[in-house]
């Protein structure tokens, strides 16, 4: 009996061993790196992983989560949670979070480079990260003049806002858009949607962007009053006020928004069109930290280096048309053709990321002088 | 044995006096006190001080001042956004107010046609969320989209548009319609209760129909009419779904849609918001008072002691004109807004128009097969919390509603004139601003980003309506019914078992499915709230709205609205016929 019973330890430890054996060959095959395969463990352990975005969608949050369990062999039962907020709500909850001191959220990614600074020089909100996958971004970071703070806040993701408008609605058929004077054209009259920057940190920092660069907004707002343009700043609202043409034109709207409307009706590839502005693309990088004092520390540093690698951009430049930062990366078919060729656009960014959060109130008073 | 008794006494007394406090009904009571207390107060009472906190520009350090309420007066969003609150709140109190009494008085005092079956459909949309209700009228009445002016282009060949909601008033008009019934709820009542002989005079003397109803009916409830109006400019003043939707984006914001944005927006300033909250709390609470001290008194004042036998008044043929005044409200409050949204949650993608190729009920399966790998988890998830949270806070909320009413019905002390005070509070703090406080509260507890704080504020904010359900029952039951359990040896416990509470059971049912309702649609609080896997129906319809289009949130407020209404027909059936006639 006690034989069988240590002959039955043995076959068990073998079995147990070559599972293990076969999990972490997998991992290598998988081109997981050594700072990766040292969290997959803890991160197995801990279950779950939550993420605080404004961008992924119930679709890329489920492919994600599916991607992300696969690659790094965490197991059915292990889950990603995504909530999706506004740009600006995802700031309040962590902020207010971390303020607390009391903690839901493992990820924070969005774009709001005084946020991360501030938070992470005040109150030492994020956990220092030694990421695979940053060294095969920084270079574009860098040049795109992105803000970064590495090993504590990464960027891997970027959108920008683009010009979209529906040329099936009326008066329509013969808009096009290539720059800021377009936008103001008479034929636009009352089919405007022009961005409300008092909402939103990302259409301040474009505006802020764009002043810095010689472009003088206050004489763009001044021809825009003139075309009665309504306020909104929710991109999928604006989309759906352009695609049912109730006001057929909006300024800055993501290429994102477009696509993810096609997938749901092809029919729609042909009526919106997607413009650019030759003043500047202002090119917005979005921040990724995993927050110190998260439930599953981590599996928040691991989905961190998730974005920053090939797998990662994959599944969120598929599901929202938006721009990874690794370098030599290419794009997934489906998601193609609305993404600007960056290389052949002028690409904006901001002097001082972090310091234009102190010009928000200026800038802000500017526009709402005109609109509000 | 003189010496005896003396020396035994003292140590007697004392311990006796002790344990005839600690019975179960102080102990039950007392602890009641404290919570609500502790819900109400102590929310509020931070939401006052972080009101003094004044944020620096990088978001994290604050200093004491009065900056915040400098910005609330001197800012000109704030300071337009404060005025819109004041117009909005207004005219929804005129259309509401003349819409209620106009139906109340058509149902109440005169003879139109089949007004019995009618009178259950003027409620409806007091059960229905306002929120949905502008999701609807922006699809039925956008200047261009809206199908009420593609129709209208298409039959008169106009160019332009018929009706336009997005403005302050489509606010008006879509919160005016829908909150219609509280005022409904108040007149209809002292109208059926009023003395007809004191209309018969005034006709016999040779009044017409309109002076009679404007010198006489109309001066005699005046006092309900205020206090619907009151308890309607309060609401709609603290208002966010429509506004949200018909307001913000087109340039008219509200206070409540300023606060949001602070609370949770892309310039979130919780002190800021705190202050703008202190703001619409102080109008709210001056009128709230000026109901409850000064009108509310009066309303009993037309109920004469003299035997009348009710009557009603003859309108001849215009009683089909009445007809139709009541069939057109409950057509454009009701029929009109669900049947637009069903033709929108049937398309993939909203283009304004119908497409008949296009229909699909896949929207439905998105939000309804919480199995299938299409399925949008904050949906699913959302009508799986709001059955959790309004099953539990009715139950929840009506035991306190009980125990509250007992004790400031039963139990005459300084308590229990607190008691009554503090639960007058929740009435006049718009939900938006409460669920500020409870945020700030608990954020260092368990319950936050659970259920938990959720309840609380649910709880914290409607349970009045049911105490006041429970009250007003309580009111009509004699107390020597208690005395007499109590004479007869049963103990406090058993007497509220046994005694009191198989009398209020059609009030408590009644409480329960109107506080279930009301959990089931509400969204200011739940907006400032929820967190991951604690989204509500209504959190997810705004979600969807925010990031998913038109046809999928009309999907979500369509499931909404038919929960909602068969909520209603079980509240029929568990209260009884009379429960949805006022």
């Known amino acids: 009996m006690k034989r069988s019973l240590r002959l039955f330890s043995i076959w068990l430890f073998a079995v147990a061993f070559a599972v293990s054996s076969i999990g972490f060959a997998t991992l290598a095959s998988a081109g997981v790196s050594p700072q990766e395969k040292k969290l997959v463990r803890a991160a197995k352990k801990e279950g779950a992983v939550t993420l605080i975005n404004p961008l992924f969608s119930d679709r890329t949050a489920k492919r994600m989560q599916r991607v992300f369990i696969k690659r790094y062999g965490l197991g059915n039962s292990f889950r990603l949670n995504n909530i999706r907020k506004g740009t600006g709500s995802t700031v309040a909850t962590v902020r207010q979070e971390i303020k607390a001191g009391k903690f839901t959220i493992d990820v924070h990614l969005v774009s709001a480079p005084g946020f991360f600074h501030a938070a992470q020089k005040k109150k030492k909100a994020f956990a220092k990260l030694d990421s695979a996958h940053w060294k095969d971004n920084v270079e574009l970071v860098e040049k795109a003049g992105q803000y970064h703070n590495y090993p504590y806040v990464v960027t891997p993701l970027a959108y920008t806002f683009q010009p979209v408008w529906n040329s099936s609605c009326p008066g329509m058929k013969n808009i096009n858009v290539s720059s800021y004077a377009d936008t103001v054209q008479p034929a636009l009259t009352g089919k405007t949607i022009s961005p409300d920057i008092t909402k939103s940190f990302t259409y301040t920092n474009t505006v802020i962007s764009l002043i810095e660069n010689g472009v003088n907004m206050n004489a763009i707002w001044d021809k825009l009053k003139a075309t009665k343009p309504i306020v909104e700043f929710r991109t999928e609202p604006k989309i759906q006020m352009v695609i049912a043409c109730e006001r057929p034109f909006d300024m800055h709207n993501l290429s994102g928004r477009v696509y993810q409307n096609v997938l749901k009706k092809p029919g729609l590839a042909k009526k919106l069109k997607i413009g650019y502005y030759k003043e500047g693309q202002v090119l917005l990088g979005n921040q990724a930290a995993a927050v110190k004092g998260g439930p599953h520390p981590n599996a928040g540093k691991l989905l961190v280096d998730f974005l920053l690698s090939k797998e990662g951009a994959d599944v969120f430049v598929e599901g929202e048309a938006i721009y990874s930062f690794r370098k030599g990366y290419t794009a997934p078919a489906?998601?193609?053709?609305?993404?600007?060729?960056?290389?052949?656009h002028k690409l904006l960014g901001l002097k001082d990321w972090v310091g234009a959060q102190k010009k928000f109130k200026k800038v802000r008073g500017e526009w709402i002088k005109r609109f509000k | 044995m003189k010496n005896t008794t003396t020396t035994i006494q003292p140590n007697i007394e004392p311990q006796s006096r002790w344990r005839g406090y600690i019975t179960t009904e102080n102990i039950v009571t007392s602890l009641t006190s404290l919570i609500i207390f502790v819900a109400i107060i102590l929310p509020l009472f931070w939401l006052v001080v972080s009101s003094f906190e004044v944020l620096d520009d990088m978001g994290f350090d604050t200093e004491w001042g009065l900056g915040n309420y400098y910005e609330v007066f001197q800012g000109r969003v704030i300071r337009k956004a404060f005025f819109n609150t004041l117009m909005i709140s207004t005219g929804t109190t005129v259309l509401a107010t003349f819409l209620g009494v106009l139906l109340a008085w058509i149902n109440a005092r005169t003879n139109c046609p089949w007004r019995d079956k009618i009178e259950p459909f003027n409620l409806i949309p007091f059960f229905l969320s306002p929120f949905v209700g502008a999701i609807a009228w922006h699809n039925l009445a956008a200047p261009k989209v809206g199908f009420l002016n593609n129709i209208a282009r298409a039959i008169f060949g106009i160019e332009s548009h018929i009706m336009n909601v997005d403005n302050i008033f489509g606010v008006i008009w879509v919160t005016g319609i829908f909150f219609t019934p509280l005022v409904y709820l108040f007149v209809v009542g002292s109208l059926r209760r009023m003395d007809p002989s004191l209309e018969d005079s005034a006709r016999t003397t040779g009044a017409s129909l309109f002076r009679t109803t404007m010198s006489v009916t109309l001066p005699l409830v005046t006092p309900a009419i205020l206090s619907g109006a009151i308890i309607v400019f309060v609401t709609s003043a603290g208002e966010f779904g429509v506004p949200f939707k018909l307001g913000a984006p087109y340039g008219w914001d509200t206070l409540t849609t300023q606060i949001y944005s602070k609370a949770v927006g892309d310039d979130a300033n919780h002190y800021l918001g705190a202050a703008m909250s202190m703001t619409l709390a102080a109008i709210t609470g001056v009128l709230i008072w000026i109901q409850r001290r000064i009108i509310a008194p009066r309303e009993y004042t037309t109920v004469t002691g003299k035997g009348f036998r009710p009557n009603t008044i003859d309108l001849g043929r215009w009683k089909w004109v009445a007809l139709g005044v009541n069939l057109f409200y409950i057509f454009v409050a009701v029929v009109l807004?669900?049947?637009?949204l069903l033709i929108v949650s049937f398309h993939p993608v909203w283009e304004?128009?119908?497409?008949?190729?296009?229909?699909?009920?896949?929207?439905?399966?998105?939000?309804?097969?919480f199995w299938s790998p299409e399925s949008i988890g904050i949906a699913t998830r959302g009508i799986i919390n709001s059955f959790i949270l309004a099953f539990s806070g009715a139950t929840i909320a009506m035991i306190l509603s009980i125990l509250i009413s007992y004790m400031i019905h039963r139990t005459k002390g300084f308590g229990s004139t607190m008691?009554?005070?503090?639960?007058?509070?929740?009435?006049?703090?718009?939900?938006?601003?409460l669920a500020m406080g409870v945020l700030v509260t608990y954020i260092k507890t368990p319950i936050y980003a659970t259920l938990g704080i959720l309840l609380v504020g649910y709880i914290t904010r409607f349970f009045p309506y049911g105490q006041r359900n429970i009250s007003s029952i309580m009111?009509?039951?004699?107390?020597?019914?208690?005395?007499?359990?109590?004479?007869?040896?049963a103990s406090w416990l058993t007497t509220l078992r046994r005694i009191t509470i198989p009398l209020l059971k059609p009030g408590i049912f009644a409480g329960w499915i109107l506080l279930f309702v009301i959990f089931l649609r509400e969204l200011s609080i739940s907006i400032i709230l929820y967190s991951v896997g604690t989204e509500t129906l209504s959190v997810g319809v705004l979600y969807l709205a925010d990031f998913e289009g038109d046809p999928l949130t009309a999907a979500l407020a369509i499931v909404q609205t038919i929960i909602l209404l068969g909520c209603i027909v079980l509240f029929r059936k568990v209260a009884g016929k009379e429960a949805l006639t006022a």
Do not use: H
Not at chain 1, 335 to 342: E, K, N, Q, S
Not at chain 2, 337 to 340: F, V
Not at chain 2, 361 to 366: A, F, R, T
């Open chain 1, 334 to 344: 489906a998601a193609r053709p609305y993404l600007l060729d960056l290389s052949k």
């Open chain 2, 337 to 340: 807004p669900l049947i637009c």
């Open chain 2, 352 to 369: 304004g128009r119908i497409i008949p190729a296009d229909l699909t009920l896949w929207n439905y399966k998105k939000i309804l097969f």
């Open chain 2, 419 to 433: 008691l009554d005070f503090l639960c007058v509070i929740p009435i006049g703090f718009p939900g938006i601003v």
């Open chain 2, 475 to 489: 009111l009509a039951i004699s107390e020597e019914l208690d005395q007499s359990s109590r004479m007869a040896g």
